[in-house]
């Protein structure tokens, strides 16, 4: 990681739910914290907690220095709304296959 920046990747103790249209697309107590610098915090949800029958793959890849590269999944309203990364950099390994929403409610 370059001087500054940091990645920590934690457990959260917190319920997140992910809802798009009234839908619940997500809900987990399992899901993982990930904080990086000059970034909001974000949520990392297991495959088995996200309704992955209601997203469709997307052909959008981004990379990130500090992660890897990530893979993209919509719904027919919302482009690019969740995004993972299937082989993460050794440091965030944890994400691995996890998924992330750009809005998650947390309680």
Partial sequence: MTAGHR???ERSNRHVRVL?????L???DRSLLLRETGCPDR??????DVRLDLLTP???HTYCPFKGTASYWSLPDAP???????DPKPD????????????????
């Avoid at 798009?20 to 619940?24: E, K, M, S």
Wanted: with cysteine; proline share 7%.
């Fill in 80 to 86: 690019d709304l969740v995004w993972a990364y299937p």
């Fill in 7 to 9: 990645i920590t990747v």
């Fill in 26 to 28: 997500a809900e987990s």
């Fill in 92 to 107: 965030v390994a944890e994400i691995k296959d996890h998924l992330c929403f750009y809005e998650a409610e947390v309680g």
């Fill in 58 to 60: 997307s052909g959008t």
């Fill in 20 to 24: 798009h249209g009234g839908r619940v």
């Fill in 43 to 48: 949520y990392y949800i297991p495959p088995e």
